[in-house]
């Protein structure tokens, strides 16, 4: 699977964004580590319901059985667009380190940066098992 592969995918998803609030489209691809790939879209509602694409592509792997993650593609603005704080821990709470989150932005995604979970949410609150 190349990065191309999970961008096109990301961008696909992007389109189907229900964002009547904010205007602000996200798209994400999620890969597991068995080459699998789960898409999610930013939902909109009214009040405090709306859900991000990171949550979304996860919610989506996660309800399927997926257990092992090893790297997703966020597709947002022009601008650098990184997961908020909420989808940080969620995702945390998911992967291990190696885990690759690859942010796509620029005039016509033409840019790239690349994180692990430890880079966006440093410190990260876990229960003891
Ligand atoms: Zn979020």
């Given at each position: 699977m190349k990065i191309e592969d999970l961008i096109k995918i990301a961008i696909e998803a992007q389109n189907n964004a229900y964002v009547p609030y904010s205007?602000?489209?996200?798209?994400?691809?999620?890969?597991?580590k068995n080459g699998k790939i789960y898409s999610?879209?930013?939902?909109?509602?009214?009040g405090i319901m709306s859900i991000c694409a990171e949550r979304v592509a996860f919610s989506k792997a996660l309800s399927e059985g997926e257990k092992d993650f090893k790297a997703m593609v966020v597709v947002g603005a022009e601008e650098l667009t990184t997961p908020c704080g909420y989808c940080r821990q969620f995702i945390s709470e998911f992967v291990e380190k190696d885990f690759k989150i690859y942010i796509v932005y620029g005039e016509k995604f033409n840019k790239i940066k690349e994180y692990t979970i430890e880079e966006l949410l440093p410190c990260s609150f876990k229960l003891k098992h």
């Open positions: 205007h602000f489209k996200v798209g994400v691809a999620v890969l597991s999610g879209c930013n939902i909109e509602n009214h």
